[in-house]
């Protein structure tokens, strides 16, 4: 049984989904991704027995236990083949510089499931950033006597520089996608090369013998990681179309080309906004202290850039976070 139809029927997916192309990947592609990336923990799961995605347990722990900015968290549930249950804490850490919090934060997600849940799940981290030397993968805190640890196993993207021939030839989603994450990497500041590599991406696609659920899945994935300037994206679409005019196959409308352009242009937009808050509250944070963070959630509600970026610099000069408080009430 394929891990879709464990998973059961699809919901109507909406537009802000497409923000986190990974967590979409992962929430229906859970045991693809499993056997790409850990085979180990594949091999003792029930690939026949349905699993759960737990995404109101995990914001239980957490508002931002979704997608914040660069991270990605997914929390499952799956059988194991002996006829145990375990729960799987995701992480996908996507971003340009090594986090020095990153270890604390997989830390306290792990901690929080079984302080809340009386359970250890099985932590799971891929690093797609472009380090080859940063790869965390435990966390240690030391009292006198006592301290806490956590180990778990880590993939790291770049790893797969030097097997380009075999991601090309996997039927895995997973290689592709991680084929994606390395184009994305090494067309950084070259449109024309990126659209060249992208265009043989998407061609493939129609050859690997990949259902169409999973085509069209992975097409939106490959075409949100290799974004293109506007008149790339218009040339690529004209050539995906006649790609399907010649196959006779139709996996992606013209609507739907469309539909994707313009959600991925407005989680564009969303993530300058996200970045805007953060950096309102990372400035407040260090004027004022922790405190800062709990008392700045009204930044949630202004979904306008120009007075985010007017906040920005009121952050940096406000007397008390009284009055940053007041500033943000007359917003």
């Known amino acids: 049984m394929s891990s879709a139809e464990a998973h059961g029927p699809q919901k109507k997916r909406r537009r802000a989904e497409y923000d986190s192309p990974w967590k ?8 693809e991704f499993l056997a790409f990336f850990f085979p180990k923990v594949h091999d003792e799961v029930d690939t026949a027995q349905p699993y759960q ?9 957490s508002p931002r236990a979704q997608v914040r ?29 090594p ?12 901690y929080r499931i079984y302080d809340r849940y009386g359970r250890m799940p099985e932590t799971l981290v891929v690093l797609a950033d472009a380090h080859p030397h940063w790869r965390p993968d435990r966390f240690v805190a030391r009292a006198v006597l006592s301290r806490h640890e956590l180990h778990f196993p880590v993939v790291k993207l770049l790893d797969f520089r030097e097997r380009r021939a075999e991601l ?23 449109p024309e090369l990126r659209y060249g590599e992208k265009l043989a991406m998407l061609r493939r696609l ?8 999973v085509v069209r899945l992975l097409f939106l994935v490959v075409d949100w990681i290799l974004a ?11 050539e995906i179309h006649a790609e399907e005019e010649k196959r006779k196959v139709r996996y992606i409308s013209s609507i739907e080309r469309v539909g994707i352009r313009k959600g991925r242009e407005e989680g564009l937009q969303a993530g300058r906004l996200l970045a805007l808050r953060e950096a309102i509250v990372r400035c407040l944070e260090a004027r004022f202290g922790p405190q800062a963070r709990e008392r700045t959630s009204q930044l949630e509600r202004i979904q306008d850039a120009g ?14 976070l009284e009055a940053f408080e007041e500033l943000l009430r007359g917003s």
């Open 24 to 31: 979409e990947a992962i929430t229906h592609l859970l045991f």
């Open 53 to 61: 995605v737990l995404d109101k347990e995990l914001r239980r722990l």
């Open 69 to 97: 900015g660069r991270l990605v968290d997914v929390l499952c549930r799956v059988a194991l083949r002996s006829g145990e249950e375990r729960w799987l804490l995701i992480h996908i850490e996507v971003q340009a510089e």
């Open 99 to 110: 986090d020095p919090r990153f270890l604390e934060r997989v830390f306290s997600y792990s």
């Open 168 to 190: 090309e030839r996997s039927r895995n989603p997973f290689a592709v996608i991680t084929l994606a994450h390395l184009v994305a990497l090494s067309t950084r500041g070259r």
């Open 206 to 213: 129609y050859e690997i013998g990949l259902g169409r659920r």
């Open 228 to 238: 293109l300037p506007a008149e790339l994206d218009e040339r690529l679409a004209e």
């Open 307 to 320: 007075t985010l970026e007017r906040l920005v610099g009121e952050a940096a000069t406000v007397a008390s």
